[in-house]
């Protein structure tokens, strides 16, 4: 990532002034200002000394890792259904049931929002990683999706000292597609993406904790820009990361860490 960039985004996630970061790197203000709007770059020994005091200790804990901001999608896909409803309920009961039924398939099934991270996501802390009990169910998570939304899902605690090390899964063998050589998914919805996700291995009966790492596919998302942060908390915190596809490496450097895990493949 670009340093005007980095720092940027560094100092306005802190709500940091100007002045502020310059005192926390221990530069003057005059740099500060040059370095963000790319008059000046740091000397070596001057970068070396941003990563060293831009710290990932100052990530803002606890953090939610795919939690939707938004209620819209969730009410969205109750209540239109609800309304169909009440309508055809005055045919049949038996058809209004079907119809407000399959109208919310449809409006799970038109990937314009994936309505797992209701229950999918999972929070970092400072003593460990809460992340959701709820069963995957692969057609349609109804139940999961509900109590997700009404925020009473199952949930479960791992400390960090019981994760023997973590492995960042990317599918770059690709959707082949139904009936089809496709090998390289378009990103516009969630149902055609490759999955991304962080695989946690655990040090007791070498159970493994899939988590979504979806969000990071929207440079624009909070998970995007906090990515980097986040696993160098990790590694602070003693996890091995394996990073085969080299995503991290990648998004440091402002590259596609798609098109670097396609390279890889």
Sequence with gaps: MDISKKLKNYRKD????????????GVSLKLIKEWESGISAPEDSELQQINNQIIVTDLKLPFYFGKPTSRKPFLILLIIPLLIFAIFIQVNIFVGILSGFLSMIFIYGLGFYDFR?????????????????????????LISIIKGGLKIRKEEKIQYNDINYMNIFFDSDGFKGYGTSISYRPRQLYTTREVIMLQVYLKTNNEVINLNLDQIFYPDSKERKHILYLFKFFNQKGIPIIDDHKILKAINEGQSFIDSAYKKN
């Design 14 to 25: 802190q709500n940091m002034t100007q002045e502020e970061l310059s005192r926390k790197i």
């Design 117 to 141: 991270r209701y229950y999918a996501y999972f929070i970092v802390k400072k003593d460990g990683i809460i992340v959701s009990k709820e069963k995957e169910l692969q057609l349609f998570p």
